[in-house]
């Protein structure tokens, strides 16, 4: 699906950033058991705009991660209301009570270690 990255735009960047690091940090803390592998990022631009590292995902998360990416460049407003204030439900069922969960997860964790700057830097 090469022409979807035409889509990417500043703050569909931003918010595929943030939604990959919570991912990351979802599956680092809750899927240590999991088998993982390193996330295939084939779009250049993507790539860059993940800061050229490796996400070490288990398959799950990387399935919930391509779902996420996906719906975030398909999203029909520009621009782009947050999710969670959107009326619109675009994630396939199931998809949106586990990406609910990993930003719970991931936002509280980041507020316990300390990090609320990087949470607020995200959200802005
Ligand atoms: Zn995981």
Redesign the pocket.
């Known amino acids: 699906m090469p022409e979807i990255f035409e889509r990417l735009n500043g703050k569909k960047s931003k918010d595929i950033k943030v939604l990959a690091n919570f991912i990351a940090i979802f ?1 680092r803390e809750s ?1 240590r058991a ?1 088998a993982k592998s390193v996330f295939p990022v084939k779009d250049a631009r993507l790539r860059h705009n993940l800061g050229n590292k490796d996400l070490v ?2 398959p ?2 990387q399935k919930l991660l391509n779902h996420g990416i996906a719906k975030l460049l398909l999203c029909p407003y520009d621009p782009k209301p947050m999710c969670k204030k959107c009326e619109t439900h675009c994630y396939a069922p199931g998809y949106r009570e586990k990406i609910r969960k990993v930003m719970k997860f991931s936002g509280l964790y980041l507020v316990k270690h300390g990090r609320l700057d990087l949470m607020i830097h995200y959200w802005r």
């Open positions: 599956c899927h999991e995902l288990c799950a998360c």
